[in-house]
DNA sequence: GCACTATACGAACGGTCGTGCTATCTTGTC
DNA sequence: GACAAGATAGCACGACCGTTCGTATAGTGC
């Protein structure tokens, strides 16, 4: 009952080169307007102007303002995939890797990646309470990130590398918690002790560095 | 240098009965609603129909959206007093306090005084990017907030409830990041189970509930 | 009970929001 | 080099924003 055909696919619409170029260049900015603005408060006529290009040729790229934040998503977890998955990714699995995706993400943070902190944590905090679409990208994505955690805290502990008393899952959220906190403190007082903090307390959680 | 004389003062405008209790109603629905659509997001307008009154009769208790947002922030300040730090303090100062703080905190947002979990967690993530009198306003209420951790931490570890190892910041560091964790994970997904595991990271942390 | 004034309202302001429409450039294809 | 289509800009719209103003109503101190 009323199932699009493949013929009734949308056409394709080709792309020009400088089209693509402009598109990720608006949504650079978007991605880390975003973080300082919040997601719905970054207008279409500020990120135009920050972008360097009119109204409604940014627009143009875009068929309403809901789709701009969801290409937004999509372009911070590339960045985040970039910055701090891929390189912790390049770690043994297990606690050198917990250990990798908590410093790789602090990092992320110390480098200011976005200026407003970790993406996530900022935009999630501003979506938690709207459902819909966007809501739903961005807890999809924290639960891969979590599902991240999970699973190199599993491993860990199935190398005997971590006493398997509290289960993967409550061993991710308490480093989650830490990171959440140093994405709070330091967005908030920018005092890099406050990322020091997080380090000494996942030290108490996950034993010094491997290696 | 045009220094103000208190000749100058405010003239200490009288308030009438029926105007107060029409300010306290804004400023509840005020603090309730800042934690849902935001304290900037939230409108003269909404906040006016929800509360049942027309857009400049609000305002009239208002100079500015500011001042609106200020007062907002008191009141909620006066509504967490209410709810966790004052019902938190009659216990005895240490590691009960301590735990207390948490309890009291984890249990106002499984009541969910705020329907968007913690105020000031949520307002804070918002204008942590925004200098001006509001994040003000908010930082210097966190720092009291966090104070306050490290004062039962300290306590505790001089009454030898707990080990002088991690240092009391450090401390109230580690128990502030479960508490902001279980306002965001059960404000993004409303699982209390997510409360719950709060609770476990602080009993690592504190050891179980004394008495 | 009167005078005073805090309170509340309706209307309107300049501005910005997201969103369309149309015209004019610019690029890639044959 | 012509031509179809993508990219961008200009302009305008209705809605809503914070804010102001004039005015009617009603609580309060004398």
New binding site residues.
């Given amino acids: 009952m009323n199932q699009p055909t493949p013929a009734e696919a949308p ?1 394709e ?11 990720d260049a ?1 949504l650079d900015n978007a991605a880390r307007l975003a973080t300082v603005e919040g997601l ?9 102007e920050h972008t ?17 934040q969801l290409a937004t998503i999509e372009r911070a977890q590339e960045i985040f995939e970039a910055e701090v998955l891929s390189p912790a990714r390049a770690n043994a699995d297990g606690l050198q890797r917990l250990w990798a995706l908590s410093d790789e993400f602090l990092s992320h943070l110390e480098r200011e990646v976005f200026p407003g902190g970790c993406f996530f944590a900022a935009v999630g905090a501003e979506f938690d309470t709207h459902p819909g679409r966007v809501r739903e990208r961005i807890s999809v994505f924290i639960e891969e990130w979590v599902g991240e955690l999970v699973a190199a805290a599993a491993a860990a502990q199935q190398a005997g590398e971590l006493p398997a008393d509290p289960d993967p899952e409550q061993l991710a959220y308490e480093v989650d918690a830490l990171l959440l906190m140093a994405h709070a403190a330091y967005t908030m007082y920018g005092d890099p002790a406050l990322l020091e903090r997080a380090r000494v307390g996942l030290a108490r959680l996950l034993g010094p560095r491997p290696e």
């Fill in positions: 056409p619409r080709r792309r020009r080169a400088d089209g693509r170029r402009s598109r608006i719905e408060g970054l207008s279409i006529g500020r990120l135009a360097g290009m009119s109204k409604s040729g940014l627009y143009a790229h875009f068929t309403s303002k809901q789709e701009l």
